[in-house]
């Protein structure tokens, strides 16, 4: 394994060298990686007043010179022969591997050679035309015949760019549908972080955290800054409302626009059944009936509509906030963040699954003179929109639904209500006329006399 035996006094070295490591750095026992770590920095010539480190260079550079003397007599006699010879029995589908095989025989000006054997049977030959030239070959009866030709090494170049402009295509296209789902990953992540934080977390850097780097990071230093993280990450509650309220505004504009065609004659308008579906989406909005909505668009029209019914969202919103905050503060940013993250995590969760099956559908569209890629970027982003939408109705709807209860009967710590309390795997009702298709589920509530109201599972 080694070119050589080490003398005694190089193996006497080594071993002070080792004695002094085990004295100076602990008699206990160290891992593969730590070990390696400190001795490539001992084998290095960069200056240190580690005792272990020297002692063990010094050991080092006497193993060195002792086996340059072998290797180096041994390069001398392979230079004179001629160098390195590389034989290849086959060229590789990518040209780079084999350049990497003709410069093994001529490193760092090192004289060398290189020979390919290649078979007319080979799968480069066979795939891109090797069977022309051995039926060639068999016409003129040319049998076990070595056949060198610059026409062959050039067509065999040209056999090599194709498979590799083949293979190039694969991963570009890859990598265009990767993108589409890459662009999609990062603008949830970011609805997302707008949940978790209103202002951008920082790690505290060890300066300000210790008063100066530590020299050991120990279980409680550790523990300490990911406590100040956690508290430096906490989400604002205006920031949390602001988004609340955008997810209020934008629902009641997906349920208007789902109940009302602006090309329709007004007197022929649902708003019966707009005014079931508000009630069934908040509570806070059973006192609007048809009569209220026909008075806003008589005067307004279809906007007439969308502005009263998101004034009633946001004021329902906020009173309804008002109300979980008063049976204990800080209970509503909680459920607000825990209702994001659920809902985000759960349907992003489906949405790869769903479009997993689109990338996989969208090449047949290929029979139809379509680009795959573009109907694959038309249905990616449809599921993307339906599925943010779909998250943000859920969770203003789970926070209109939500009732906290508390978790023992004199406990006075409250904590959210599962699923049945309008909790985060609660569903938004479908748009449709307002009327709901199943039994309204039970609401908990807080105390007795609290308003039940619920929709479709």
């Given amino acids: 394994m080694f070119p050589c035996e080490l003398s005694a006094a190089t193996q006497a ?11 100076e750095w602990g008699e206990r026992s160290v891992d593969a990686l730590d070990a390696e770590e400190r001795l490539s920095f001992a084998c290095e010539k960069a200056p240190t007043t580690d005792v272990a480190a020297l002692a063990l260079r ?5 193993i060195e010179a002792e086996f340059k003397k072998v290797t180096g007599a041994e390069k001398i006699e392979v230079v004179a022969i001629g160098g390195l010879h590389v034989v290849g029995t086959e060229r590789h589908e990518s040209r780079r591997v084999d350049n990497q095989l003709r410069g093994r025989a001529g490193r760092q000006g090192d004289p060398g050679s290189t020979r390919y054997f290649l078979s007319l049977e080979d799968n480069l030959f066979r795939i891109f035309g090797g069977d022309k030239i051995q039926n060639l070959m068999s016409v003129f009866r040319v049998e076990d015949m070595p056949i060198e030709s610059g026409m062959l090494t050039q067509s065999l170049d040209q056999a090599q760019k194709k498979v590799e402009t083949y293979f190039y295509d694969i991963r570009k296209q890859l990598f265009d549908y990767d993108a589409v789902l890459n662009s999609q990953r990062e603008k949830l992540y970011f609805e997302r972080r707008r949940a978790l934080k209103g202002t951008s977390p920082h790690f505290p850097s060890p300066a300000s955290t210790f008063g100066g780097c530590p020299p050991v990071i120990t279980q409680a230093t550790l523990r300490k800054a990911l406590t100040l993280f956690w508290q430096n990450s906490k989400a604002d509650p205006e920031d949390l409302q602001r988004l609340m309220l955008e997810y209020a505004e934008q629902t009641v504009d997906d349920i208007v626009a789902a109940n009302l065609d602006p090309s329709v004659e007004q007197s022929e308008w649902p708003l019966e059944g707009l005014a079931n579906k508000m009630a069934q989406y908040c509570y806070f909005m059973e006192d609007i009936d048809e009569a209220d909505l026909r008075d806003k668009a008589n005067k307004g029209g279809a906007d007439g509509v969308r502005d009263y019914l998101v004034k009633r969202g946001r004021d329902a919103y906020l ?9 204990q503060p800080g209970l509503m940013d909680e459920a607000e963040k825990y209702f994001v993250l659920t809902q985000t995590d759960n349907l992003w969760k489906q949405h790869l699954q769903a479009i997993k099956f689109v990338q ?12 795959p890629l573009i109907e694959y970027k038309l249905e990616g982003y449809n599921l993307f929109v339906e599925m943010m939408a779909q998250i943000r109705r859920n969770v203003i709807y789970s926070v209109y639904q939500f009732q906290p209860k508390a978790a023992k009967a004199n406990a006075p710590t409250l904590v959210p209500a599962t699923a049945s309390a309008g909790g985060a795997d609660g569903e938004f009702p479908e748009m449709g006329d307002g009327k709901p298709s199943e039994e309204p589920k039970e609401m908990a509530v807080a105390s007795k006399g609290s308003r039940k109201k619920g929709g479709k599972k």
Avoid: M
């Avoid at 060298?17 to 004295?23: L, N, Q, Y």
């Avoid at 010094?58 to 006497?62: E, H, I, L, P, T």
């Fill in 13 to 23: 070295l080594l071993t002070d060298a080792i004695a002094t490591a085990g004295k």
């Fill in 319 to 327: 009173t309804k906030r008002a109300e979980v905050e008063a049976t």
């Fill in 58 to 62: 010094g050991a080092f550079n006497a």
């Fill in 360 to 371: 996989q559908a969208v090449g047949l569209r290929g029979y139809a003179q379509k680009d």
